[in-house]
């Protein structure tokens, strides 16, 4: 297993859910931390809570191309030198078939899982390449790969981060850095409240009677993905809950 002494890892989406685990995850491994998200005052904390732990906070909104390839081009020694970049930061935004679908929600999903995906990686790879040495840690999800009602433009966003971690590992042939794609159903954090515009009653309902995925799940696969000897690349991880199955392709008899 590698070690994470003297390893930079910079985390996007930290002020909650899968991203917040990963940093509690990688610091207890004595990991250097870039952490980020929109909500300052998440960001303080967390760097509190971490206490000893080498760490900087960017309040960043991934969606702003300057704000991303600034903040990353100003970090210090040795924060700069990545060797770990989670691109955890995403939503999703509905649940209405897609000729309801609110298109606010569908540019803010497309602007974030895809758009600011891409910034980041593009800010952090040129360093990763040069140095020979990093991984790239996307987090996709089963709706990339496995269409439900109401997934529309959600699940679309998530298949362009399937297919841009493979084209990635196609691109970086021959050199040593490393890309993962870690694909989770059903997991309880603030995702479900987000995707109901703030609805904490009906997020509840989601996860009722059901013992889904937690975010200190997810957290180990991103951590057992990076710890893995350098010369082995995790392409994808998928993981469900056992409660969670997939309900097949269904025929509507009137149809
Ligand atoms: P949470 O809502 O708990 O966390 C999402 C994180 O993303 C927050 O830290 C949020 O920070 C950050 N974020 C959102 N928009 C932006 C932005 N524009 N700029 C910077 N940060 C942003 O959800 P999860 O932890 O569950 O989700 C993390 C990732 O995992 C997402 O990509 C999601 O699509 C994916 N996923 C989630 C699953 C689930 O069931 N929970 C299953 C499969 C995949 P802030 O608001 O402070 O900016
Ligand atoms: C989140 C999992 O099944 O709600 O990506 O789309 S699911």
Partial sequence: MTSFTDRTVFITGATSGFGAAAARRFAAAGARLVICGRRAGRLEALTAELGPAPIRALTLDVRDRAAVFEAIAALPSPFDAIDVLVNNAGLALGLEPAHQANLE?????????????????RAVLPGMVTRNHGHIINLGSIAGSHPY????????TKAFVKQFSLNLRADLYGSKVR?????????????????????????????????????????????WSA?????VNINSIEVMPVAQTFAGARVYKEC
């Avoid at 009653?201 to 696969?221: K, N, S």
């Avoid at 710890?227 to 010369?231: K, Q, T, V």
């Fill in 105 to 121: 929600d569908w540019d803010k999903m497309v602007d974030t899982n895809i758009k600011g995906l891409m910034y980041c990686t």
């Fill in 149 to 156: 009602p109401g997934g529309n433009a959600y699940g679309g």
């Fill in 227 to 231: 710890a893995l000897p350098a010369h």
């Fill in 179 to 223: 890309v993962t794609n870690i694909e989770p159903g059903l997991c309880e954090t603030e995702f479900s409240v987000v995707r109901f515009h703030g609805d904490a009653e009906r997020a509840a309902q989601v996860y009722e009677g059901t013992t889904p995925l937690t975010a200190d799940d997810i957290a180990e696969c991103i951590f």
